[in-house]
């Protein structure tokens, strides 16, 4: 196992899981528009990094209204309104990136961003299983002191 800082922890995690997560989706993308590699190759990277600059301003804002409402605890509630919050604005990115790259109407650009939620569904979880026995935690790393 290996333990890093925080901030590292953090830094390899988005890369990593950002490089798989291109590759994997250029062959979601491929299946799902009946196109090749060199046609979504590059929507899997702007689709990447829509993701990632959409994680910033989204979490930013989160957090601030969270600060205004002295919100303390997530509750499930929060914790869903957060989830369908930015995987709505995330589809709101990604439907007219599809309808314009791919040629396609407004019902297949939608289906195939379902698949692609669904995809990441299944690969965040197993993606982050993974890395958690690779990466520990910080804290899980330092045996633990009497008080």
Known sequence: MIT????KRRIVYVIVFEIVAIISSTFVLMKLSNSDASESLPVAM??????????????????????????VRRTLWIRSAHAFGFEGGLVLICLP???IWY???????????????LFF????????LIFDKIFT????SKPATAS
């Open 121 to 128: 569904l299944v690969y965040t979880f197993t993606f982050t």
């Open 103 to 117: 040629d396609v109407g407004l019902v297949k650009a939608f289906m195939m961003e379902v698949a692609l939620l």
């Open 97 to 99: 990136l599809y309808m």
């Open 4 to 7: 890093l800082s925080p901030l």
């Open 46 to 71: 702007m689709v990447s990094l829509a993701a990632i600059i959409w994680n910033f301003i989204y979490n930013t804002a989160f957090e601030a209204w969270e600060r205004r409402k002295r919100i």
């Open 137 to 140: 935690l910080p804290h899980h």
